[in-house]
Every structure is written in C-alpha cells, then in structure tokens.
C-alpha cells in the first residue's frame, strides 16, 4: 500500500517545503519509490528548492485540466520524483482543486510514498492537500504562533480522519525564550518525532537548487532529516 503523508503546519514559512525537499531525497535514498508532490499551487516553491523550475508540464496545468498528471512527474536530484506545482500567476487561473483527487490516483500507483507539501492556511487549497492524504506530519518552530495555527491544522486534520504521525519542530536554536519539546507535545498532544535546528546553509542550498542532504549530507540539519526518513520507514 502507498504511503500518502501530507507535510503541513499552519502558518507560512516555517520550513514545510524545505522539509518535504529534504524528506523525499532522503527517503529515495533509503530506496523506496518517492514522488514529491507540490500541493502550494498559489505560492509554488519546492521546484525551486530542487533546483528543477521551467518544466513544460506542471500541476497547473492538470488542475486545469490540459494535461495528464503522468507528464508532470520528473525525475529529480537523489532518485526522487517531482510533480511541480508551476510558478507562473497565469497558470492559476484556470485550475480546479477538484482534479486533485484523480490525479493522486494516478500517483499513488506510482510510488510507495507520496510527500505532498501543503499550503500555508486552512483555504480551500490547504484542505484539499491535507484531505488527499492517510497520514499528516505537523511542521512547527518552536514559536508560540506557529504552535497555534499548527494546532487549528491538528484539529482539522483529526476531523478529516488523518493520521497524524508527529510534529517536526523545525528551526530549533538553544533559545531560552522558545518552548520546550515537552511543552509543545502538551500544547498540540501530538509526539515531536524530529527536531531540526537553524542551520544558514538551509537558504544556501535552496538558492543553489540542491536540497542540503545532497549539498551537505553530514550537516546536523541533513542528519536529524535523514533519521525522520529512516524512522518513518523503519530503518535502523
Ligand atoms: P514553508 O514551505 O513552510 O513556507 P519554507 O520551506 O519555504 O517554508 O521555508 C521558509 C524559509 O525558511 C526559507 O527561506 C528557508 O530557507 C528557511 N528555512 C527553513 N528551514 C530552515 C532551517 N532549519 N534553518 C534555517 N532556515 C530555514
Ligand atoms: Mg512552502
């Protein structure tokens, strides 16, 4: 059965697509047939991230109904498979959310687990990608309005009958004035199942198209991602 977990948080910016990037390169390199698929239809950018913009055939232009969703998946850096959401405000225009859920079906036969980066917010679109999946992963960072706006995704998603697997507290930096592991699996009742701290290479990476498990495997950043893959699959 094909593994389906939506990365989702809440607020914006908290490090969902530099998360799902990473995760997948690391799961494809764990062997398993990964697809990463990006779901931020209005705000697109893991096909930045992995270094792989200008593809002539995009989510958007599946949700738009032009095109199939099999000419969308590309081969990506580390063995991972992408479907790019499209960057261009003109590709949105046409698109329906509601084509999301064939397309997934056609994916699904393709993987053994599909990473689908979720939008920021709980609009139409953000639902829509946190529905399509049987399993969530939670991103916070250790701030107080990150934990808020996670935990109204929380709600949401129990509501909708999907599984959360844990909370990844992204960004952590030794600092006195953020919440604490515990007081965050008390705030959310969900367990954190990664800690991934600030790491500046984060952004150098991003601006290179090379996600950092590739750019910088031993880093502590790439290391605490790695072992998320490892646990989700059961890796020693
Ligand atoms: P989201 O998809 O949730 O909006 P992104 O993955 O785009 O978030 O990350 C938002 C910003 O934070 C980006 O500029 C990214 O480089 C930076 N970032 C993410 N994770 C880290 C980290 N662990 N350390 C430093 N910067 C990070
Ligand atoms: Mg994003």
């Known amino acids: ?8 948080s809440g607020k914006g910016g908290v490090g969902k697509t530099t998360i799902t990037a990473n995760l997948g390169v690391a799961l494809a390199t764990y062997g398993e047939e990964v697809i990463v698929l990006d779901a ?6 893991l096909e930045l991230i992995l270094g792989m913009e200008g593809k002539s055939v995009t989510l958007h232009d599946v949700l738009s109904g032009d095109a199939d969703i099999e000419d969308a998946i ?28 064939n397309a997934l079906e056609v ?10 980066d ?8 953000a639902l829509a990608a946190i529905a399509a999946a049987q399993e969530m992963i939670l991103i ?5 309005p990150s934990i808020s706006d996670a935990l109204k995704t929380k709600i ?8 959360i697997l844990g909370v990844v507290i992204n960004r952590e930096q030794h600092d006195k004035t953020f919440l604490t592991i515990s007081e965050i699996e008390t ?7 990664a800690v991934i701290p600030e790491d500046t290479e984060v952004s150098r990476a991003a601006a290179f198209g090379e996600p950092l498990v590739i750019k910088n495997p031993k880093s502590p950043t790439s290391n605490s991602v790695m072992q998320l893959g490892a646990d989700l699959i059961g890796e020693e």
């Open 118 to 125: 979720a939008p920021a917010g709980l609009e139409k679109d």
């Open 74 to 101: 590309y081969e990506g850096p580390g063995g991972v498979k992408v479907v790019p959401a499209g960057i261009s405000l003109e590709g949105l225009r046409k698109i329906k959310m509601d084509r999301l859920e």
């Open 40 to 45: 931020d239809v209005a705000m697109a950018n």
């Open 187 to 193: 705030i959310l009742e969900v367990p954190v199942i």
């Open 107 to 116: 994916l699904v036969e393709r993987a053994d687990i599909l990473l689908i």
């Open 140 to 144: 916070t960072t250790p701030e107080v």
């Open 1 to 8: 059965m094909t593994r389906v977990i939506t990365v989702a």
């Open 156 to 163: 949401i998603a129990n509501r909708l009958g999907v599984d």
